[in-house]
């Protein structure tokens, strides 16, 4: 109950930080602290029960970091990219609205308001679930020499997912909340609601958020 309460407390931080655009500046991210990272491997695992809501304005922004924020001076990011392409778009479903993360300014465009997190996904926990992360790949951000194989571009679209989603797998377990990878998602829908085309690659989705 006492969760529930600071949790209802802290969505209203969240909902005062909106521009009146509807886009999101993140404050900076909390770059130390945290639990060990041996700890969080311990904890890491795949939740299937989220407490439905919001997390606050320092939470996100950590999540995001960890998820794809820049971590160095020279643009690069917390993971791996292959040639450092940052070929992946990372789209943010939360129950206030769906955005695209920008990593370099570190912040949130709103694609669309309103609460489309159901659409990612038809298993009951991830209409609940604070942040549904969905990972698409920009191919055009290959260079045209070596766009020759499409099965290679995919599967490190894949691989960079995965890379991501690590990090967001131990942030989760840092704060004691779940997190859980899922591949079964309305493309049709993400399509239209995000207005993708030919050369996007769908890859691979994750919830995150606080558990009951
Ligand atoms: C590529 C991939 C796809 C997955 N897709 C789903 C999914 O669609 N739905 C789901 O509930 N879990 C999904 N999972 C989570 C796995 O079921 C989970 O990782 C596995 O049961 C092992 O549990 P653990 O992560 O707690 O170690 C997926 C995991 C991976 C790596």
Redesign the pocket.
């Given at each position: 109950m006492k969760k529930l309460i600071l949790f209802a407390v802290l969505s209203f931080f969240v909902s005062s930080a909106f521009a009146s655009d509807g886009n999101i500046k993140l404050p900076a991210p909390e770059k130390s602290g945290g639990i060990g990272v041996l700890d969080a491997l311990s904890a890491?695992?795949?939740a299937?029960d989220f407490v439905d809501g919001e997390i606050t304005l320092q939470q996100l922004s950590n999540l995001l970091w960890a998820a794809g924020g820049v971590n160095r001076e020279d643009g690069k990011l917390t993971y791996a990219t292959a040639m450092n392409l940052q070929d992946m778009i990372i789209f943010v479903f939360m129950k206030s609205g769906t955005y695209r993360y920008e990593p370099s300014a570190h912040s949130l465009t709103l694609i669309a308001e309103g609460d489309n997190r159901a659409l990612t996904?038809g298993?009951p926990f991830v209409a609940k679930a604070a942040v549904d992360l969905l990972y698409i790949q920009d191919t055009e951000k290959w260079p045209e020499s070596r766009r020759g194989d499409p099965a290679t571009i995919l599967n490190c679209g894949f691989a960079h997912a995965?890379l991501s989603m690590q990090n967001v797998?131990l942030y989760a377990a840092s704060q004691g909340w779940g997190a859980?990878?899922?591949?079964?998602f309305d493309r049709e829908g993400l399509t239209k609601l995000l207005g993708l085309t030919e050369k996007h690659n769908f890859t691979?989705m994750q919830c995150a958020g606080p558990k009951p």
């Open positions: 890491r695992q795949s299937r996904g298993q995965g797998y859980r990878t899922r591949m079964n691979l």
